[in-house]
Structures are given as structure tokens and as C-alpha cells.
């Protein structure tokens, strides 16, 4: 059936055939174009396999082409004008056959040019701008055609990460947790796209003068130096909130959690001072400084279980503290407080903590050309490298970072910026701009017009002795941005506490106050140098020593009776104990091991 | 211990977790597969990380066996009797010069054509075929020209079947289980053979062939042939040339450490759980590393005793482990003591 006909297909579906596919698909592209078919199907033909693909689906990701007729886009000079004056727009072209919509199947039959003077007789659509051959994400970022693709994708990642204005009513959010730059800036250089989405309205970095040099070893590749005073004037300053919160729980039985002060005899009570910033309602005021411990929303919750009956009548219900306390290694200032009421008619309580974050040791910034760096000394500002005219560099960046990422665009947004803050201007570094070839001159001659090397190079000056350097430095301005990756947030010691209730070692993780895990491969280290008495350190003494009694008699655990003062066997009653040093987790081990109805039996040999 | 300064390692260095670290750390760097390029002078072996876990793991018969045959030195630099020797190891099979056979069940007869060519290339007679064939028992050759007639004598048809199969199979010439045989020559001109397939047994027969210089890489069949010294030389030099190979410089003792541990016993054992890891005398050794139900029950069953004497135990237990710093104890005598103390 059908032998030599072509195959259609709706939506994946055989729906019957044709003798001539490629004349069917132009029939239903000319009759979209006219408007008698929707303008959201799309027809392809598949010239190998000799079949049409109809989609009317949903689900497709689409794109906007101008239609190429004759050797010429149908988006005319007289059109163009008629759209800039709002005489008509972006729809009336789509209905008049002037733009439409393809998707992934239907570009398998398109020969886009990418400009006008790109189009040949082959030619059946124009791209509506070169600048959306990359997506919205890469488009934000400026002189992206420089770059290699690896870079985009960084930087995109980077550029999610970044602090800055998030939103206008972040006084009226209570987000989990939020950064805000103190005094965010709009870029210099920018893209179309990064104007037409607005983002200029809510900013994410800041323009900072940027020397690519080293200073005496401290900048290593992908680490900055960073100008003392810049950081004390405000650069890359910001404030960061967390939102703790917490309701009255209701529990079956009738009972619930009440927010107040908890009584000294609660179950699991902090100690008086962890109380001392709450108010008379349990719950802290705001503009209130915390620290570490301090109790947030003071809350009593019942028992976990019904208090058994004793022979004195039923004793009084011990509550049970479960207040909110400030994360571990945190502090700051109670910024506000909202009580309010969850769809199940309990309290709820959210209170926000707001801590100022100044640019430290071990912070991140970058640029939007995935050039990250962290943060590994703050220079005060005169020892600074320094230009003949006094300008000293927020940053500097170290030359390794360039050569081998090769961000050309990172480089070029460097004199863009700096042109354009001597011309007091934005400079415009959308992808496959029009004039590209000749945006880089126009930096250069800018540059020159105020005095300046027309490459970006400055001659500098060694702030520690006033030498000037034998090289000239490539010195401009980049738009980084600070990312939330901060040490502050991350730093964690541990010399002694809290240890796991089941193995007796300690915990893990930073919420936790846990240490760093000494592994199986960090064993075999110490094992392989021989460190018999380091590791049993790490395997023993600041993990999980225990003293456990074994019986001389029959080699099963024993217990050590406090009462009776005597330690006692518990297979065979017998006092006939020794106190051995081992794991805890051997003891569990052992433990597991009996409850597989396997006794396993310690013989004792004095050393 | 008083030879300490002339010995090539201290007592108690941990030189087995040193051996499995030097030749693991650079096996996460190994490719995991490598490939080979379609050549027709060169064999194909396994190599980089595939052939270690081979030869670890003690596989029988490696994937790729390969044999470097030396020849003795009358006969080494002159191509014409190298060639004559090469054509006695590579293994030329019936169904490798013919040209179409017929096999007739009923009267049990097979018909095979012979390529004349392919007879040529490789140097043979029909008649070289025929008085082959004719060996085998119950069989009934004739020959005519490249046309030779196997009549078997069989009661069943089955068994006349299975004997078409095998008389396909047979071997005219060479050393059974060599597929293909290469004479390459060195820079100094002198010829030399590599195989693919190994058979050391055989080669070592034929005139001409060094029989002290043979290399193959058959764990196994050097185990057989040379004995165990021999196996526990190759798994070193194994592992080491796989490694260098590579490009990773191993220290040679880390792979002869490997083949001793893996040879001591006089037979090979692989390494893990059927072999060296699992043949361990501790419990607590085999129960932490795999299977630990098994160990501790099969423990519980025979009343099996651990004497906490290995490195793993101790860890486990949290006693100071017997390597390095933890091997040396105060050897004083209290009643010594006593005596030293009366003198003062």
C-alpha cells in the first residue's frame, strides 16, 4: 500500500499519503503564510526517508524567522519604519506573511541567512537579528561572539549566583535567604537584550576598575586582590537575610505547641541566658543583635508520648523545648518579624535576621565572562599599583585567568568600560553588532581622545616602593559581580562536639557542628606512612573510644554497676570483669552480630 | 633488625597498601578502554586497564594470547629459513584454502574444493591436504587434483556430521592454537616471530626456534610449561610493561609484590574476593571487605577464631595496628631491669 507515495504524518500519527511530499509541504506553508492554516503548525519534509512530518502539537519550542521571496526578505525598510512609529506591530507581521514561526523540524527544510547580504538563491529565511543565534542568557552578557562557548555556560552559572538588587519589595519578602549589594550599579557596557529585559532596573554588580597584574604572589590564577578602601567606600558590600520561622503545631489528642518563654523546667531548657532577647510573647523584637544560640521564636511543645500512670496518680506533663535558635557560626540583627496565621488557623511566626556581609578573605566575584576569582588579600590603598593620574584598581586580576580561557570579550568590555566612563556613556556590546569590527577602534580612539593608551595599557606604579613597573598593565574597568559563596557562611571548626547517638562518632556536617570525615582512602594514607599511633588517634581517641567491660569468664559484654559498685557480666552474673579500650562501633558491631544468634566471645591476654 | 641500614626497606614499612596505591592511583588515570588501530603488521592485545584487571584477577587465558618467538642465531638473520620456520607455527586450517565443499549425508561424503591461490599463498599441496586427512581415523581419502573426497566411516548420521564439522577445522600445518604468525625484523636486521595465540609447548619443538628466549602472555600456560617462577616473573613484568605503556612510571618492586603475593602459595591466586582477599585468616578482615553475612555466619557455624593480628582487625577495634610505629615494642625484661637498677 502506498509503494513510491510519501508518508504524512500529523503529530507522529500516519494519517495517509501523497505523490508528491516536498510540493505538499510548500502547499501548506503557502497556504499558512496566506493565513487559511494556522500559523502554529509547522510542516516538514524528509527528503531521505520521503516523508512529511505535520506538527500542531504542543510542547514545541519555536522561533521567529523573516521570510525570504525573491532574493529579498519580506521585512522591508517601509515596514521596519512603520513598526518603529507604532504604526503596526509584531502580530501584523506574523498574519501578513512577513514573519513566522518555525520549529526544530521545520528548520531541517529552511536556509537561514544570517544578515541581508548573506542571502542566496537557496536562501528561504533570514534571521531576525545575529544576536539570537545565542539564547536570552548569553545575550545579556556583552561581546559574547568573543568568547568561547565554554565560557557562556560558566558565566551563566556565575551570573544566577550573583548579589544585587533581586527585587524592589525585598522589604516585604521573607525569602529563605537573600542577598542584597548595597550599592549595585548598572554596567557600563550592556546588551540590547540586558536593556529590553530591564535588568538595568535590578542590577547584579558593580563596575570596577580592573588591573590585570600580580601582586607579589598573592594572586595566583583565579585569585584577587582587593583594594582595602574600595571595600570600605562599599564595593561589593552586602546585606544577607535568612528567615527563620515556626508555627503552633496542632497534634491529635487536642494538644499544641504554645509560643512563649519556656519554663526552667521544660524538657531540653537552653539555660536562661539563650532566652534573655525574647519579649514577653516568646517571640524576639525586632533591631535586636543575635549571635550564635540565641532563641528566636521561643516554643513549648507536649510530650512526644502520654505520660505513663504511676502508683503517685498521674504526674504532670513535662513540655518539651523546641524553640528556634540561630544557625550554628551565624549572627546578625533581627531585621523584622511577622505574625500571622497559616491556612490552618495556628500562629505563625517568621522572623528575618539581617547581617551585613563586607568582601572578605575567601570570597567570590566575577565577571560576566566566566572569569571567577577568590578573594586572597585586601591591599589597603597605598600599597596599591597606581596610574600616573592617581587612579588605583578596585581589583586586581591575575594575566594567567586570560590567555588560557580565552575571553576576548572580557578583555574588550575592559577598554569598552573604560572609554565609556571618560565619555560618560554606556557602550553598547550586543552579539554580531553591525558595526563590530570597527567597536573595538572606536574604544581604542576614545581612549586616546582623553589621553589614554588606545590598547588599555597604563603605565603603573608599585604602591610598596613607588617604582614604576617595567611592563605596561592592562588597566579598565569590568563589570563584576560579588557571588553568594561566602566564607562566612561556609567556615566551620570542630575541636570537641556533638557525637551520633548510635555509633558514639561524631557528626556530620556543618549544621550539625560535625567534623570532616577521616575516609577509608585517608586510612590507607596513614597506614601506608605507618602512622600506627596518629591514626589510631583519628580511628580511636577523637572519634568514638569507648570503655567496655568484658568478662574474664566468657568473653560477652558486660555493664558496670554503679549501685553496687561492681562490674558485672551479663551472661553469667559473674564480677569477674576487665575494663577494655575499644571502638564503640566494635561494640555495635558485636551487638549486630549477637542479634544474627552469633555469640562472639573476647579472650583476654594481659600485655 | 641489626641489618636495618643495608636492608631496601625498613621493617614494618607498609609495603603492601604502598604496592596497591602506587598501582592504583595511577589506574584511575588509565583509559578504560584503549583502542587499536586495524593494522596488518601488528597484533592485537589487550592493553591499559583492561589487561591489568586481567591479569589481577587471573583470568585462564588472556583475551588477546600472543607469543614473541626468538630464533636461534644460525638461522636469525637469514630471511629465506625464518620464513620457513614461520610457516611451521601459523596455523593453516582446511577451511582457510578452500574453495567450496559439498557434504553428502547419505553416502557420508565430503567434497572439498581447494583454492588453488589460496594453496599457493601459503605454500601447500593438495596432496599436502589429502595425506593430512587421511590420518584421521575412519576416514577414506581420495584426491583428485584440488578435488579431495573425505568418505567417513560412521554407523550415524550425527557423528558424520560433527566429523564434516571437524574435518573443516583440521589443522594442515602449524602449531595448533596460533592463528596468525608475523616475522618482523629489529633494528640490528635480526628476524624475529609474534603470534597470535600462544602455544609454547609446540613452538619450542621446531628446529630453529631459541628455546630459552620464548615469551608469551599466557599467565597460565607459562605456569604449566616454566612452573610457577616463571608465572610469578611474567605477572610482574606484565603489570609493569602495561603500566609503562601507558606512560606511568611504576616502581618495578610495587607489580613484583603484586605477582608475589598473588604466586607464593605455587599456584596463581587473583586478587579479591575468590583469591587473596578472600583466603585472608582474620574474619573481620574478609567480613569488612566483601560478603560480610557470609564470613561472620560461616564464623558462628565452625567457631572460627580471630587473633587480631592484622592491620583491618585493629583498625576495626581500635587497637594500635603492627606496621610502622606500631610494630616496635619496649623489649626490656622487668627482672633485667632489676639487675641494671642493682648495679647503680
Redesign the interface.
Known amino acids: 500500500m502506498g509503494e513510491g507515495k510519501c508518508y504524512v504524518y500529523l503529530d507522529g500519527r500516519s494519517i495517509g499519503f501523497v505523490e508528491h511530499g516536498r510540493r505538499f509541504a510548500e502547499e501548506i506553508r503557502r497556504n499558512r503564510r496566506l493565513g487559511v492554516i494556522s500559523g502554529e503548525v509547522n510542516v516538514a519534509y524528509r527528503k531521505r526517508l520521503n516523508e512529511v512530518r505535520i506538527n500542531a502539537d504542543r510542547g514545541r519550542a519555536r522561533k521567529p524567522y523573516i521570510i525570504v521571496e525573491n532574493g529579498a526578505g519580506k521585512f522591508t525598510d517601509d515596514l521596519r519604519e512603520k513598526l518603529k512609529n507604532k504604526e503596526i506591530d509584531f502580530n501584523y507581521l506574523l498574519r501578513r506573511g512577513v514573519v513566522e514561526y518555525l520549529d526544530a523540524e521545520e528548520e531541517e527544510n529552511a536556509v537561514v541567512a544570517l544578515k541581508p547580504d548573506g542571502i542566496t538563491r537557496a536562501t528561504t529565511h533570514l534571521e531576525i537579528d545575529p544576536a539570537i543565534l545565542f539564547g536570552l542568557t548569553f545575550n545579556v552578557s556583552v561581546y559574547p561572539e568573543h568568547n568561547s562557548v565554554g565560557r557562556h555556560a560558566i558565566s551563566a552559572n556565575f551570573i544566577k549566583q550573583s548579589q544585587g538588587l533581586y527585587s524592589i519589595n525585598f522589604n516585604s519578602r521573607y525569602d529563605a535567604r537573600a542577598f542584597l549589594l548595597y550599592y549595585p550599579q548598572t554596567p557600563i557596557a550592556d546588551s540590547v537584550a540586558y536593556r529590553k529585559l530591564n535588568l538595568g532596573k535590578h542590577p547584579s554588580g558593580q563596575n570596577m576598575v580592573v588591573a590585570v597584574s600580580t601582586y607579589y604572589g598573592y594572586n595566583m590564577k583565579d585569585a584577587l586582590v582587593i583594594n582595602k578602601s574600595a571595600i570600605d567606600r562599599g564595593l561589593g558590600r552586602s546585606a544577607f537575610f535568612r528567615t527563620y520561622s515556626d508555627e503552633e503545631r496542632r497534634y491529635p489528642g487536642g494538644q499544641q505547641d504554645h509560643f512563649r518563654v519556656p519554663a526552667a523546667t521544660t524538657e531540653g531548657y537552653l539555660g536562661e541566658h539563650a532566652y534573655s532577647k525574647l519579649s514577653e510573647d516568646g517571640i524576639i523584637e525586632q533591631e535586636t543583635p543575635v549571635t550564635e544560640g540565641d532563641v528566636l521564636v521561643g516554643k513549648v511543645s507536649p510530650p512526644r508520648f502520654l505520660e505513663e500512670q504511676t502508683s503517685f496518680g498521674v504526674v504532670e506533663e513535662r513540655n518539651r523545648d523546641n524553640s528556634v535558635t540561630l544557625r550554628a557560626g551565624e549572627e546578625g540583627v533581627i531585621d523584622n518579624v511577622m505574625l500571622t496565621e497559616t491556612t490552618g488557623a495556628t500562629k505563625l511566626v517568621k522572623a528575618r535576621v539581617r547581617s551585613v556581609k563586607v568582601p572578605e578573605v575567601g570570597d567570590k566575584f566575577a565577571s560576566r565572562h566566566g572569569q571567577k576569582g577568590v578573594v586572597a588579600l585586601i591591599v589597603n590603598q597605598e600599597d596599591m599599583p597606581f596610574t600616573k593620574d592617581g587612579i588605583i584598581p578596585d581589583l586586581l586580576l591575575n594575566p594567567h585567568s586570560l590567555p588560557g580561557r580565552m575571553t576576548f570579550g572580557h578583555m574588550i568590555e575592559t577598554i569598552a568600560s573604560k572609554a565609556g566612563a571618560l565619555a560618560g556613556t554606556h557602550y553598547d556590546g550586543t552579539a554580531f553588532s553591525e558595526n563590530g569590527k570597527e567597536r573595538v577602534d572606536m574604544y581604542g580612539s576614545v581612549l586616546e581622545k582623553y589621553g589614554y593608551d588606545k590598547f588599555g595599557d597604563e603605565s603603573l606604579y608599585d604602591g610598596r616602593t613607588g617604582k614604576q613597573f617595567n611592563a605596561k598593565i592592562f588597566t579598565g574597568i569590568v563589570y563584576f559581580n560579588r557571588l553568594w559563596h561566602m566564607v562566612s557562611l561556609k567556615l566551620q571548626v570542630r575541636s570537641r562536639g556533638p557525637v551520633q547517638i548510635l555509633t558514639h562518632q561524631p557528626t556530620e556536617g556543618k549544621p550539625r557542628r560535625g567534623g570532616l570525615k577521616f575516609g577509608e582512602m585517608e ?3 596513614l ?7 596518629l ?2 588517634d583519628r ?2 581517641e577523637q572519634s ?2 569507648a570503655d567496655i567491660w568484658i568478662c574474664k569468664q566468657c568473653g560477652d559484654v558486660g555493664y558496670f554497676d554503679f549501685v553496687k559498685n561492681v562490674p558485672v557480666c551479663a551472661s553469667d552474673g559473674g564480677n569477674d570483669l576487665e575494663k577494655v ?3 564503640y ?2 561494640k555495635l ?1 558485636l551487638d549486630e ?1 549477637k542479634s ?4 562472639p566471645r573476647i579472650k583476654l591476654k594481659s600485655e | 633488625m641489626e641489618e636495618k641500614g643495608s636492608l631496601k626497606v625498613s621493617p614494618g614499612e607498609a609495603v603492601g597498601v604502598v604496592a596497591a596505591q602506587s598501582i592504583g592511583e595511577p589506574g584511575t588515570q588509565m583509559i578504560l578502554r584503549s583502542f587499536h588501530a586495524a593494522g596488518i603488521s601488528s597484533l592485537i592485545t589487550t592493553k591499559g586497564l583492561p589487561r591489568i584487571i586481567e591479569i589481577v584477577d587471573a583470568r585462564k587465558r588472556p583475551k588477546f594470547p600472543m607469543m614473541h618467538v626468538v630464533l636461534e642465531d644460525s638461522v636469525a638473520k637469514k630471511y629465506e629459513s625464518v620464513r620457513a620456520i614461520w610457516r611451521k607455527i601459523e596455523e593453516v586450517k582446511v577451511s582457510s584454502v578452500l574453495r567450496s565443499f559439498s557434504e553428502d549425508l547419505r553416502s557420508q561424503t565430503m567434497t572439498l574444493e581447494l583454492d588453488r591461490e589460496k594453496l599457493a599463498s601459503y605454500e601447500i599441496t593438495a596432496h599436502q591436504v589429502a595425506s593430512k586427512l587421511e590420518k584421521r581415523e575412519a576416514t577414506e581419502v581420495s584426491q583428485d587434483d584440488n578435488i579431495i573426497r573425505v568418505k567417513i566411516k560412521s554407523k550415524d548420521m550425527k557423528s558424520a556430521r560433527t566429523a564434516f564439522v571437524h574435518i573443516r577445522n583440521a589443522s594442515i600445518i602449524g602449531v595448533a592454537g596460533i592463528t596468525k604468525a608475523l616475522v618482523q625484523q629489529d633494528e640490528a636486521g635480526v628476524f624475529f616471530i609474534t603470534t597470535a595465540g600462544s602455544n609454547i609447548a609446540d613452538v619450542m619443538m621446531i628446529d630453529g626456534v631459541d628455546k630459552w628466549h620464548i615469551y608469551s602472555n599466557d599467565i597460565f600456560e607459562v605456569m604449566r610449561v616454566y612452573g610457577i617462577e616463571a608465572a610469578r616473573t611474567l605477572i610482574a613484568h606484565e603489570l609493569y610493561e602495561t603500566m609503562s605503556d601507558e606512560g606511568f612510571t611504576v616502581s618495578f618492586r610495587h607489580p613484583s609484590l603484586v605477582a608475589d603475593t598473588m604466586t607464593y602459595t605455587g599456584s596463581i591466586k587473583s586478587i579479591g574476593r575468590h583469591g587473596v582477599a578472600g583466603e585472608k585468616e582474620s574474619v573481620f578482615a574478609r567480613a569488612a571487605y566483601e560478603e560480610t553475612v557470609k564470613h561472620f555466619t560461616n564464623a558462628g557455624v565452625f567457631g572460627e577464631k580471630d587473633m587480631l593480628k592484622g592491620v583491618a582487625e585493629n583498625i576495626l577495634i581500635g587497637k594500635q595496628i603492627g606496621v610502622g610505629t606500631g610494630m616496635v615494642r619496649l623489649a626490656i625484661k622487668k627482672d633485667e631491669l632489676k639487675k641494671v637498677k642493682a648495679k647503680e
Open positions: 586510612r590507607d594514607a597506614v601506608g606512612h605507618g602512622a600506627s599511633l591514626l589510631k580511628m580511636l568514638d573510644k579500650e575499644i571502638s562501633a566494635f558491631l552480630v544474627m544468634h552469633i555469640l
